[in-house]
């Protein structure tokens, strides 16, 4: 069974400050495919980034990046410039094919609520 | 850019009652997925489906089912409503090809079971 831990239940940062989301995973996969979500108050599940464990290069999006450590097993979010919009609930994510397409059910952690202060 | 659609966004039934949860996928989306978050809770993977059968089923009880049609949408069926049925019910649809590993959410059904 494939496992998602995150370990900072709560999380504040200062608006324009950088701040770090971490998430270890357990599974004996060796194709798979890493997410962070975010939840908004209004509880709407949004995609931030994603990450397959093939590649090396960590993923990047606009503020947002993933440091990938797959020997560790391993995936943290770094948030820089911290906006007041990014105050959410963040879920990390793990999946890979079980049996085939339409398959790829997510197993969630149980997110970390991230305040960002003004 | 169009989005998952889900209806009812809201939907407060008494215990015993069933109620129907409608999912549209995103256009050229063939796979949808169901999940429910209780209060509090991360989303747990109910049931997907790809190209209309049904592809894995997780933690979904006996008492509720779902189908995709033939325009690829999908509807989760729950009947003998129970209390704690009550949480946030997701559907999420991925593409065939390309990237059908990543899967987009809809806003959720809220179910408040009374």
């Known amino acids: 069974a494939q496992t998602v831990t995150q370990s900072q239940p709560e999380m504040s940062v200062q608006e324009a400050e950088t701040v770090t989301l971490s998430c270890t995973y357990d599974?004996?996969?060796?194709?798979?495919?890493l997410f962070w979500y975010k939840q908004p108050p209004s509880r709407q599940m949004i995609l931030v980034i994603r990450q397959e464990a093939y590649k090396q290069q960590n993923a990047t999006e606009n503020r947002f990046s993933v440091n990938f450590q797959k020997a560790a097993k391993s995936f943290s979010l770094k948030i820089s410039d911290s906006q007041l919009g990014d105050t959410a609930m963040y879920f990390c994510?793990?999946?890979?094919?079980?049996?085939?397409?339409?398959?790829?059910?997510?197993?969630f952690g149980k997110g970390t609520k991230l305040s960002v202060i003004p | 850019a169009a989005g998952v659609i889900q209806s009812p966004r809201h939907l407060i039934k008494e215990k015993r009652e069933t109620a129907t949860l409608k999912c549209y996928p995103i256009p050229r989306h063939d796979t949808v997925y169901w999940y429910q978050q209780g209060p509090g809770q991360d989303p747990q993977f109910l049931i997907s489906f790809y190209e209309k059968m049904q592809s894995d089923k997780g933690s979904i009880p006996d008492r509720f089912s779902a189908q995709q049609f033939s325009d690829y949408h999908s509807e989760l069926n729950m009947s003998s409503l129970e209390l704690g049925d009550s949480a946030l019910y997701f559907c999420?649809?991925?593409?065939?090809?390309?990237?059908?590993?990543?899967?987009?959410f809809g806003p959720g059904t809220r179910l408040l079971v009374l």
């Open positions: 599974t004996s996969e060796n194709n798979y495919y």
């Open positions: 999420a649809s991925s593409p065939l090809t390309v990237g059908q590993e990543t899967q987009y």
């Open positions: 994510a793990f999946t890979y094919t079980y049996s085939g397409a339409g398959s790829y059910q997510l197993t």
